[in-house]
């Protein structure tokens, strides 16, 4: 299991995780790092950076950070910079930063809707076309494709009320995938590019969420939202991170190498009723 993100030769495949402090972040480059990859965290600040290279290397793992911010295309070339210098070509690249906003149609602003777009779906272009060479070569070099996963949600498939900014970033997630997935294939690049989408996540980002829907009136208090958000998943609880995080590495590996445009569904069966 320990060799799952390492190539052919034994050497380890490096990684990138946007959004490593977070709940799905941190799970995720833990469990990269414990199938085998160097592992950069990055987020956007420094301190929650180092506890999580800190943990990891106590977990036995390998890890450095970056501080990027997603949304700023000088962010991802300072990140590129860094990740060639240090490790050479990035071989997996997880775009899982993400903001969220809880409101009608009515109430959303323009300056919400920029600022999602922004972090969620910009970032995640920025991203792809930042490390697409390195991607490339790297596939080359190991002859195991290289592979992008994109964090979208059950919110890039199904209508959520008072999450429509939210849902349309996601749903830009899913489609730029299938569409990069196949002018790759045309192009003849090796990269694989799937995108994720998580039911809900026992994380501060859901946490939050719940908040302001009890609050908007999908649920009389966020203790009964909780609840019916835990009902409306078939698998009768919302997942924690380290549920989404072993699908990642299932992605990020060569176990997934026939897989590419795919929307893989971790959602306790949430969009199977
Ligand atoms: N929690 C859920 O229920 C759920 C469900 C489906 C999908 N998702 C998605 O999973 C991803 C991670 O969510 P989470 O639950 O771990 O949230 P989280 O809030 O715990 O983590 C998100 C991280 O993204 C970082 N971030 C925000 N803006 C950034 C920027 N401009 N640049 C770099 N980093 C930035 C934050 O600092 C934070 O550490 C998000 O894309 C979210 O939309 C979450």
Known sequence: MANLLHCSDGSPKTALVTG???????????ALAAHGARVVVTDLEEAPLQALVARISAEGGE????VLDVGDPHSWQMARDY????YGNLAVLVNNAGIDVVKSVADTTLADWERLFRVNSTGMFLGTQTFLDDLHEAGV???ERSS????SSICGNIGVAFQSTYCATK???RMFTKAAAVEFGALERQVR???IHPGTVDTAFAAQCLHELGEAGFAPSPAEARAAIRAAHPIGDMAQGDEIADA???LASNLSRFMTGSEMLVDGGYTAQ
Do not use: D
């Open 20 to 30: 490593a402090s977070g709940g799905i972040g941190s799970a995720t480059a833990s």
């Open 63 to 66: 890890a450095s950070s970056c």
């Open 83 to 86: 990740v060639r210098s240090t």
């Open 141 to 143: 070099a190991s002859q």
């Open 148 to 151: 992008i996963i994109n964090m």
């Open 171 to 173: 749903g830009a997630v």
């Open 193 to 195: 590019i799937n995108s």
């Open 248 to 250: 990642i590495v299932f």
